[in-house]
């Protein structure tokens, strides 16, 4: 017995549709943006020295009375910790960008208080 072949549809197929989700990034950033970050223990930063920051603003406030071996700590070249949590924690990947060039931890204190003037909502 010979096997079976399928019988050919009379229908010819329908190509399939696809949907391109377009998303403006700059609407998306404006609503990042417009919204204060703070984020549960889960997620927030613990320093070596017991100190835990839920936002930009805290984290901020936090390395202008940090010790230098504290921040020196964190901001290793190889690890470059506060850089991380602000990009990828926070999602503020311009501002963590600017934080990789501060030497001290006033200088990134000041990076971010800069960042969050000029991302302020106006």
Same mark, same amino acid.
């Given at each position: ?40 223990? @889960? !997620? #927030?930063? *613990? ?9 930009? &603003? ?5 390395? %202008? ?15 470059? @910790? !506060? #850089?991380? *949590? ?9 501002? &963590? ?5 501060? %030497? ?19």
């Amino acid at each position: 017995m010979a096997p079976r072949t399928p019988a050919k549809s009379s229908v010819a197929p329908q190509p399939k549709k696809t949907v391109k989700k377009v998303v403006s990034k700059k609407v998306a950033t404006k609503l990042a943006l417009s919204i204060p970050i703070e984020v549960s223990d @889960d !997620f #927030a930063f *613990w320093a070596i020295d017991g100190q835990v920051f839920h936002s930009l &603003a805290a984290l901020a406030r936090g390395l %202008k009375a940090m010790q230098g071996r504290v921040y020196r700590y964190h901001a290793d070249s190889e690890y470059q @910790d !506060f #850089a991380k *949590w602000v990009g990828e924690v926070l999602g503020e990947k311009a501002c &963590a960008k600017k934080i990789l060039s501060a %030497k001290t931890a006033v200088a990134a204190a000041k990076v971010i208080d800069t960042y969050n003037k000029s991302h302020a909502k106006k």
